[in-house]
């Protein structure tokens, strides 16, 4: 009698960890074009693995715009009558900047503590090559799957997703499916199974600031030029207030308050505020608006934060220079029922009445996502609960995520389906940051809880 899916995960750890290990030592860093053979090598590497495990239609999909990366594509349609499941991930990293922070090199794995380092541990090689693995061993016992699976992996989540969320919509025949599933959060805390139930939306800007034609010299012009570099600091401080409050007309006007039932559950979540700043964030006060508690302030309140300002000069030296032109990294988190397009529109008009005397302000829109949330009701939140239950032997919990993760709005746009983010990684793993970690417990404990779930709605 032939072995069990779920006693094939627990006989190839190792294999799955060397296969992890080969991935992660790709820098696929998307925004860097000089990485654009890693991102192909990334690509190749997950396409070789899913022929290689029986997927059908293994197809990687190219753009025809210049610099964008390629997607993947695989399905296996042989479960007539079943449920079919969109499986999400992308291979592409951040940069791993400033390197010098790392204990070992982004790029060359390395364990510590039970712990896997390097750049994309977490964010999101691990979790997606934790999907493959899952159906993997359905093929190597059973042969086939319980329910029907098709991938959709793509190499620009860190760069906007151009190349999928044009690709959705003009695909919709080709990627039906009852639900997607995502694996691209975080559990609440150690070995707490948890379920992500709501996203906040991002609009993120590019705000110009210019006032001469070239740049001038202080001594010459200084006292009688506009600086954009003070027009824009002065414009910034305008956003939001000491109170946490931002400042934009009627950017409040759609956001509602959780409901009494969810509130109610994020306070019985083992949340120690200090742990949260001192640990997590390293820092030595929070901040934000006033009646509301810190995880409303996190994932159900909308926020504004400056990125960077860069301009002028800022090298070794004195160089005595009125900057023709500034510039500022600007986004806003939104909430449910805010809606983007009106929220660029409120923030460029209000940008521009508070633009000061001699300097032409501009507004870059550089990407933009709704808000979403997935009623708990739903079966396949539920089956996903029950199957994080059966693998952690505690009830799951539902928390929503102050991040955003834009393809959840395409798929709810344009395929009409619900996202599953059964995420497995863990607060303090630092995504986008150096010594970012994946928890190898949490990654074999991932890929037979995504197991279970596909042999639960398998039944």
Same mark, same amino acid.
């Given at each position: ?116 380092? %390097? ?69 609440? %805390?150690?070995?707490?199974? #948890? ?64 409901? %009494? ?100 302000? #501009? ?5 933009? %996502? ?5 009623? #708990? ?18 009830? #799951? ?63």
């Amino acid at each position: 009698m032939g072995i069990s899916p779920f006693e094939y995960y627990q006989a190839n750890r190792q294999q799955f960890l060397d296969g992890l290990i080969s991935l992660l030592k790709i820098p696929s860093i998307s925004t860097l074009p000089e990485h654009r053979p890693d991102i192909r090598r990334a690509v190749e590497f997950l396409a070789g693995e899913l022929r290689g495990m029986g997927m059908k239609n293994v197809e990687i999909i190219e753009s025809e715009k210049e610099g964008r990366h390629p997607l993947l594509y695989a399905e296996w349609l042989e479960a007539p009558g079943k449920p079919t499941l969109l499986l999400y991930g992308h291979y592409d990293v951040q940069p791993p900047d400033p390197v010098e922070e790392w204990h070992s090199p982004p790029f060359e794995p390395a364990i510590r503590d039970e712990n896997i380092y %390097a750049r994309g541990a977490v964010d999101d090689k691990g979790q997606t090559y934790l999907l493959v693995k899952a159906v993997e061993g359905f093929f190597k016992t059973a042969g086939k799957l319980p329910i029907n699976i098709k991938f959709l992996i793509e190499g620009e989540e860190e760069v906007g997703g151009e190349h999928i969320e044009e690709y959705v919509p003009a695909h919709a025949d080709k990627l039906k499916a009852d639900a997607a599933v995502i694996c691209d959060t975080e559990m609440f %805390a150690p070995d707490l199974p #948890t379920l992500t139930t709501g996203l906040r939306g991002l609009v993120y800007t590019e705000v110009e600031a210019r006032g001469a034609a070239h740049d001038l010299h202080s001594g010459m012009y200084g006292g009688a030029a506009p600086n954009p570099f003070q027009a824009l600091a002065e414009m910034v401080t305008q956003l939001k207030g000491p109170d946490g409050k931002i400042r934009i007309p009627g950017f409040y006007k759609r956001v509602k308050r959780p409901s %009494a039932a969810e509130l109610a559950a994020w306070k019985r979540l083992p949340f120690k505020e200090g742990h949260f700043m001192k640990k997590e964030m390293g820092a030595t006060a929070l901040i934000g608006e006033k009646g509301y508690s810190v995880l409303e302030r996190l994932w159900a309140r909308p926020t504004l934060e400056v990125h960077g300002i860069r301009g002028g000069f800022t090298g070794e030296g004195a160089k005595t220079v009125i900057p023709a032109v500034a510039t500022a990294k600007v986004s806003m988190r939104l909430v449910p029922d805010m809606d983007p397009k009106e929220v660029i529109k409120q923030f460029t008009a209000y940008v521009k009445k508070i633009t000061p005397k001699g300097i032409k302000s #501009t507004v870059r829109l550089l990407s933009s %996502a709704p808000a979403s949330v997935v009623s #708990t009701e739903s079966r396949w939140i539920a089956a996903a609960a029950e199957a994080m239950e059966q693998v952690f032997k505690k009830k #799951t919990v539902y928390m929503r995520s102050g991040g955003s993760i834009p393809i959840v709005g395409v798929f709810q746009r344009s395929l009409k389906i619900p996202s599953v983010m059964m995420g497995f990684g863990l607060p303090d793993d630092n995504l986008h940051a150096p010594n970012e970690k994946f928890h190898l417990p949490n990654f074999y404990r991932g890929i037979e809880a995504v197991g279970r779930y596909f042999e639960l709605l398998g039944k």
